[in-house]
């Protein structure tokens, strides 16, 4: 489980399913903090005047007081102003040292699926720790974490992402099951080839031990977005970071986001992972 972990919040109904997400992964007695980015910084004039800055301070407490009140749950506010929603989230991650942030996903997708906005898309690229993301109307049917997806396919990010889960659900007293896909240029001359590749690819994840073994052909991100509806959060690792190991998405791991009907957990590569 997470021991500290920063939640996004806005006047939008994604806060609230950051927010429910958040109650999922926090550790038992681990520390919540609700946070809210203004746009102080898009009229340096404006933004450089003492009287705005105070304003802006008050309008952000007023506005996290009530999320807080409405979800009746402990948590610090922080707040700052930035011309970037992600941006702020990850300057307000850092000071916190959170290990974990939690968005909400943009209105403008289908219910049930992670839709993913300019505000979600800043905060997933670039992130100094791991991001979750909650699909659309989250908290209005909030589950248990009971069966945790992994995407798997034996690379150092994928066992690591594979170890996170399984301390997830060694907390939540869930399941783990993992998924590959395989991808190959297919065809009439090596269907059998590929059968024998999702194969293996599935004996392999067996294997592993006390996990659930999927695998299949198709587009990677295609794939592990089906896979994702059988699950109640998909954790998957991320195979780029920037100069100083920050998050940075490749287009697999952005459209899983997108497509994804389940709450989505992207690890960046040096991420120090969920605590016991």
Request: hydrophobic share 45%; net charge negative; aromatic share 4%.
């Amino acid at each position: 489980m997470f021991g500290k972990v920063l939640i996004g919040v806005d006047e939008r109904p994604g806060g609230r399913d950051a927010i429910a997400l958040a109650k999922r992964l926090v550790a038992v007695g681990g520390e919540l903090v609700l946070a809210y980015v203004h746009y102080g910084d898009l009229h340096p004039t404006r933004g450089s005047s003492p009287a705005f800055a105070v304003a802006e301070g008050e309008r952000s407490r007023g506005l996290l007081a009530s999320a807080r009140a409405a979800d009746g749950i402990e948590a610090s506010l922080v707040w700052t102003g930035s011309p970037s929603v992600g941006r702020g989230l990850h300057e307000l991650a850092e000071r916190q040292g959170a290990d974990l942030v939690v968005v909400g996903s943009s209105r403008r997708g289908l219910l049930g699926r992670v839709a993913v906005g300019d505000h979600t898309r800043d905060a997933l690229n670039g992130a100094p720790c791991a991001v979750a993301v909650a699909p659309a109307g989250y908290a209005q049917r909030p589950s248990a974490v009971r069966k945790i997806g992994v995407g798997y396919d034996g690379s150092p990010e994928s066992k690591h992402a594979l170890a996170v889960a399984r301390e997830l659900a060694a907390g939540l007293g869930g399941k783990v099951s993992a998924f590959e896909a395989v991808t190959l240029p297919l065809d009439a001359g090596n269907v059998g080839a590929l059968d024998q590749l999702v194969a293996d690819a599935g004996n392999a994840i067996a294997e592993l031990g006390d996990v659930e073994a999927h695998a299949a052909y198709g587009d990677p991100a295609e794939e592990l977005a089906l896979f994702g509806a059988s699950v109640d959060l998909l954790i998957v690792g991320s195979r780029g970071y920037g100069p100083i190991g920050r998050l940075v998405h490749g287009s697999t791991s952005q459209r899983l986001v997108r497509l994804a009907r389940c709450p989505v957990l992207v690890l960046p590569r040096n991420v120090a992972g969920a605590e016991d």
